[in-house]
């Protein structure tokens, strides 16, 4: 755990995804998978709408993306095209359906554990990237609808601001909704190199 961390209050997430995401920016994502704790400083994130043609929740819910209509604060996690697991903040009132993307981390903690996992992969490709950072930090399946607030899976406050102000801009990797400038960034404060431009 980061030091000087402190918990998140559920209200924090009970916003919608396009204010949380920004205010996510520099706050920590810690894991816990059998007693190796590995966190990464957040750096770019993707927030979505229960409007939002890019949203899984866009045509209702179902069994796949039923975490995101629970409660702020819980994880909701997916696999991305049969491969990669993504894990997502999910926001704003019960049943609203929305969530904000985590696109990619700058790894704080336990380095040496998500370079195991990432057989072997350079630094600069630990976590830029949202099936990247699951797998380095061991987000899986299991964790789907995990509370944030009391888990493995936890965001954390250390009280360091963003470097920068975040840069806004369309989100990628989609077909519809491209346009939607709901995707947030900031360089990496300690590796740039590990903040993929």
């Keep these: ?72 604060g819980h994880l909701y996690v997916y696999l991305s095209y049969g491969i990669h697991q993504c894990a997502n903040v999910v926001t704003g009132p019960i049943g609203s359906g929305q969530a904000v993307l985590i696109r990619a981390v700058e790894p704080t903690e336990g380095i040496d554990a998500m370079r195991r996992r990432r057989v072997e992969r350079p630094d600069a490709d630990l976590a830029n990237g949202p099936g990247k950072l699951c797998q380095a930090l061991g987000i899986g399946a299991h964790h789907d609808g995990a509370d944030l607030l009391d888990g493995p899976v936890a965001i954390v406050d250390d009280g360091q601001p963003p470097p920068l102000v975040p840069r806004s801009g369309p989100r990628v990797g989609m077909t519809k909704g491209i346009e939607t400038p709901w995707r947030f960034r900031v360089p990496a404060v300690s590796s740039p190199r590990l903040h993929r431009q």
């Design 1 to 72: 755990m980061p030091d000087l961390a402190q918990p998140i209050e559920r209200a924090w997430f009970e916003r919608d995804a396009p204010e949380v995401a920004p205010d996510l920016l520099g706050k920590c994502l810690v894991v816990d998978v059998a007693g190796i704790m590995c966190s990464g400083r957040i750096i770019e994130v993707e927030a979505y709408m229960p409007d939002d043609p890019a949203s899984h929740t866009f045509n209702g819910e179902t069994s796949r993306n039923s975490a995101m209509f629970g409660p702020a």
